[in-house]
């Protein structure tokens, strides 16, 4: 075959270079073999990593959908809070547009009940305090 | 009993280990031999031959047996062989080929003898061979392997195996001849 054409100086190397590359300790093979059986065994005793399922895996898609439920949800709230808020704003705006006769008005007539409310909130502290004591 | 066999008995789950030491047996030297042609390190030949006999026991029940288990088998030793080569390559950068180098440039210390000299130019010729260029040639020249099983082992065509193996016997022997 091909060798033919090769030259003998070559050939002779390649011969050289098997001998040398066939060398291997005595025994090696048998070693090899228990070494490797050895390894085998140790990794097949191993206690093997189990794989993870998530227990959520199969309702994956349903939890998006609540978790973008409960976004738009937050943000509407939000959104609707931040529209109450300004509305307020827009009320006092409005209060401090009033004639004066007319907050007058208003705070007279709602005196009373504010002088009730007040009167009730000192005897109940004063009823806190002499129970204290005794 | 044949491969075929043992591979059957293996995938079956009936005395697994036994199926599997002596495929072990049988074949364990020429893949051996073959990786070492290619590292020329006894160490790392071990290393890369413990490597194909663990992947060979984990991946066998996968194995269709839709070619030879030796095809196969050369097939792992030489992915693992050329990812070995790779890596090496990537953490010792040049660190072999400059001692070739300087044992080309003296080789009188090697007992002065033009024998040795032929040698070390062999041994770096084979060293510069691209690695499949090198796999198909050890595998043609000392296992006597046709070039169809060649080139199923090496992933290439028949025409690619036989022009791998005529490209290396060119380069060796022009390196030889410049002795």
């Known amino acids: ?134 | 009993m044949t491969d075929q066999a043992l591979i059957t008995q293996f995938q079956n789950g009936d005395s697994k280990e036994g199926a599997f030491t002596q495929l072990l047996k049988r074949h364990k030297e020429p893949v051996f031999f073959q990786i070492k042609k290619m590292v020329l390190e006894h160490a790392d030949a071990d290393d890369i031959a413990q490597a194909v006999w663990i992947k060979v026991w984990n991946k066998l029940d996968g194995f269709k047996q839709e070619s030879a288990f030796s095809t196969w088998l050369f097939r792992v030793a030489y992915n693992e062989t050329l990812n070995f080569i790779a890596q090496k390559k990537r953490i010792q950068g040049q660190t072999k080929q400059n001692q070739l180098e300087q044992e080309m440039e003296h080789p009188s210390t090697q007992n002065g003898l033009n024998e040795t000299a032929i040698q070390i130019k062999l041994e770096r010729a084979i060293a510069e061979l691209p690695e499949k260029q090198r796999f198909v040639f050890m595998l043609r020249y000392y296992e006597a392997y046709d070039y169809e099983k060649i080139a199923s082992i090496t992933g290439t065509t028949v025409g690619g195996a036989k022009a791998n193996y005529h490209q290396a016997v060119k380069k060796m022997t022009e390196l030889i001849q410049n002795t």
């Not at chain 1, 190397?13 to 040398?20: D, I, P, S």
């Not at chain 1, 085998?40 to 093997?48: F, M, V």
């Not at chain 1, 005196?111 to 004063?126: D, H, T």
Request: glycine share 2%; aromatic share 8%; net charge negative.
């Open chain 1, 1 to 134: 075959m091909e060798k033919e054409s090769m030259s003998k100086e070559l050939e002779k190397a390649l011969e050289r270079f098997k001998a040398k590359s066939d060398e291997v300790p005595q025994g090696y093979f048998d070693q090899f073999e228990l070494e490797l059986m050895h390894k085998i065994q140790s990794e097949n005793h191993a206690p093997k990593q189990a794989n993870i399922i998530s227990l959520f895996a199969k309702q994956k898609k349903y939890l998006v959908a609540a978790s973008l439920l409960f976004a738009v949800a937050t943000g509407y709230l939000f959104y609707n809070q931040l529209n109450e808020h300004t509305i307020s704003t827009n009320e006092m705006v409005q209060i401090e547009s009033l004639p004066d006769e007319v907050i007058e008005a208003y705070v007279d007539n709602n005196e009373l009940v504010a002088e009730v409310e007040w009167n009730s909130a000192i005897e109940s502290a004063g009823a806190n305090i002499s129970l204290k004591n005794n």
